[in-house]
C-alpha cells in the first residue's frame, strides 16, 4: 500500500482537484473554495473592456451566491441554511459573502471578457468552525505518523464541511469535535483531493502519513474497513485531528 503511493506521488497529475459543480458555480473541495465564472461578449464598439468587466464580475458573484445552496455543513445543513438564519454567524457569512477574490480574467481577440471569482471557505465559515471545535485540546506533534490519508473513491460520498470517520464497528473516530479550537482559527479540519500526490496532500498530512481505506458510507460518515485502525495509535489519531492534518481521497 505505501509502495502504491509512492508511484502515485510520481506519476499523479497534481494539477487536478476534487471539484463538485454546479452550473456556473462550483466547489473547490481541494482548494477549499466556493467558485463562481461567467462570460460576456462585446455589446458593440462602444462596450470596453472596463464595461465588460463590470458585467462580468456582477454575474460572476451572482453564480458563487448559488453554492449556499450546495455547500454542505454536514448532512442536515447547508450554507444556505446558516445565511438565512437571523444570527450573528449569518450577519458574519453575509458581510464576508460581499468580498470575493478574483482568482482569474480573461480578455477574448474578438471582444469579450471572462471573470473566475472565490470565496475562501475558511474565511467565510471561520466562526461556525471555531464553535464545532474543542478548547482544551494538545496539538502536540504525533510520533509516528504526520497525517491521515482516508481513501473514499469509488464510494458515492457527499462531500461537505464536517464529515465523520468511524471504525468498521462504527465507533466513532475522527470528527470536528477532536479539532483544535486554536488550529480552527486559522485552518480546516479536512480537505479532500483526487489523489495523494497533490500538492495540498503533501503539505497537509506531511511524508509520513497513515493510509486507511474506506468500506462503505452513510450520510456524513465515512465507515472504515475492518481493524484497519489498528495500525495507528490513539494518541497520534487525536494528535493529528487536533491539529487538522487529514484529507480525504474523492472521485466526483
Known amino acids: 500500500m505505501i509502495l502504491f503511493y509512492l508511484l502515485a506521488l510520481l506519476f499523479a497529475d497534481d494539477f487536478r482537484n476534487t471539484i463538485e459543480k454546479h452550473g456556473d458555480s462550483s466547489i473547490n ?34 453564480a458563487l451566491k448559488e453554492t449556499f445552496d450546495h455547500f454542505q455543513i454536514d448532512p442536515d445543513t447547508t450554507l444556505d441554511t446558516l445565511a438565512s438564519e437571523n444570527s450573528k454567524t449569518q450577519r458574519y457569512i453575509i458581510a464576508h459573502a460581499k468580498k470575493y477574490q478574483v482568482s482569474q480574467t480573461s480578455y ?50 457527499t462531500p461537505m464541511l464536517f464529515p465523520e470517520i468511524v471504525k468498521n464497528d ?19 479540519p479536512f480537505i479532500y483531493a483526487p489523489h495523494a500526490a497533490h500538492s495540498n ?11 486507511f481505506i474506506a468500506k462503505s458510507v452513510s450520510g456524513n460518515k465515512i465507515i472504515l474497513q475492518d481493524n484497519s485502525t489498528e495500525e495507528l495509535s490513539e494518541a ?12 480525504i481521497l474523492l472521485d466526483l
Open 108 to 157: 477574448k481577440e474578438t471582444g469579450g471578457v471572462s471573470v473566475n471569482v472565490y470565496w475562501d471557505i475558511h474565511k467565510l465559515l471561520r466562526p461556525v468552525i471555531i464553535e464545532n471545535s474543542t478548547e482544551g485540546i494538545s496539538t502536540t506533534p504525533p510520533k509516528q505518523h504526520t497525517g491521515i490519508i482516508i481513501d473514499a473513491r469509488g464510494l458515492n460520498f
Open 236 to 247: 497520534d489519531a487525536k494528535s493529528i485531528m487536533a491539529n487538522g492534518n487529514i484529507v
Open 29 to 62: 473541495w481541494t482548494q477549499m473554495r466556493l467558485e463562481g465564472t461567467a462570460y460576456v461578449e462585446q455589446n458593440g464598439p462602444t462596450d470596453d473592456f472596463a464595461k465588460q468587466e463590470a458585467r462580468a464580475l456582477a454575474m460572476a458573484h451572482q
Open 201 to 211: 496532500v503533501v503539505d497537509r498530512i506531511g511524508e509520513s502519513p497513515a493510509i
Open 170 to 188: 462504527r465507533t466513532p473516530w475522527l470528527s470536528i469535535s477532536g479539532f483544535s479550537k486554536a488550529k480552527a482559527e486559522v485552518k480546516l
